[in-house]
């Protein structure tokens, strides 16, 4: 199993520009997040989604959207980048119920220049 | 108030050393608690789940204080490689919603 896979790794974007950021997991997992962590701090939580055809809502939401069409892909989209943006953006993906551990995908590092 | 608060650090030990962070929440229908580590500019990794009863794992132990609203980590006989930055999690609306920690960084020395 390959577990979380993000790309891009890395990526510079100019202000006002568009970007969809890839997460897949191939776990099986009903539960996927979408964090960002600024330098020198913790995770924050963007979007999330309970399953197929299902997101909401997380603490930072503003300026970003996503999907759930399948079990496997849950893509973040950023529509009109701002320089608040620079980040890096974690993928992480759960099977729920008993089991709460969450894995993490190795990341997208975002400049918005 | 943050949700989850944690001292950043940096906390600087000579090997062997015993060391101990502690993270605080707001929420006291907080209903799951989780250590992770994270090494520089890579993805967290889940160090250990923390249960009511306390639980340990080798050099690692892990505590919750529901009554003070913390969880602890204690990690004895440091060793150089436990340098990394220590996040806590906290899950206080099922299974939905986790809010973590910004870190406590741990440099351990020779």
């Known amino acids: 199993n390959a577990g979380v896979t993000q790309t891009p790794k890395f990526r510079i974007l100019k202000i006002g520009q568009s970007m969809t950021l890839q997460c897949t997991q191939d776990m099986n997992h009903n539960y996927m997040y979408w964090y960002r962590q600024d330098p020198g701090m913790g995770l924050k939580l963007i979007y999330y989604s309970v399953g197929a055809g299902i997101t909401d809502k997380g603490e930072v939401p503003n300026g970003y959207n996503v999907s759930r069409s399948t079990t496997e892909d849950f893509p973040l989209r950023l529509e009109l980048a701002a320089p608040s943006q620079t980040s890096v953006y974690f993928c992480a993906s759960m099977s729920g119920g008993y089991s709460q551990t969450q894995y993490f995908g190795p990341g997208t590092r975002l400049l918005v220049l | 108030r943050k949700e989850v608060e944690q001292d950043p650090g940096p906390f600087n030990v000579p090997e062997g050393a015993t060391v101990a962070f502690n993270c605080t929440y707001s929420n006291s229908a907080s209903q799951s608690f989780f250590w992770y580590r994270q090494d520089c500019r890579k993805e967290p990794k889940l160090l250990m789940s923390?249960?009511?009863s306390g639980n340990e794992d080798g050099r690692f132990t892990a505590q919750l204080n529901r009554a003070s609203q913390y969880i602890s980590l204690l990690i004895r006989d440091s060793k150089l490689s436990d340098s990394a930055t220590y996040l806590c999690a906290v899950n206080s609306r099922g299974n939905n919603d986790m809010r973590f920690g910004a870190g406590t960084r741990l440099t351990v020395k020779p």
């Open positions: 923390v249960y009511s």
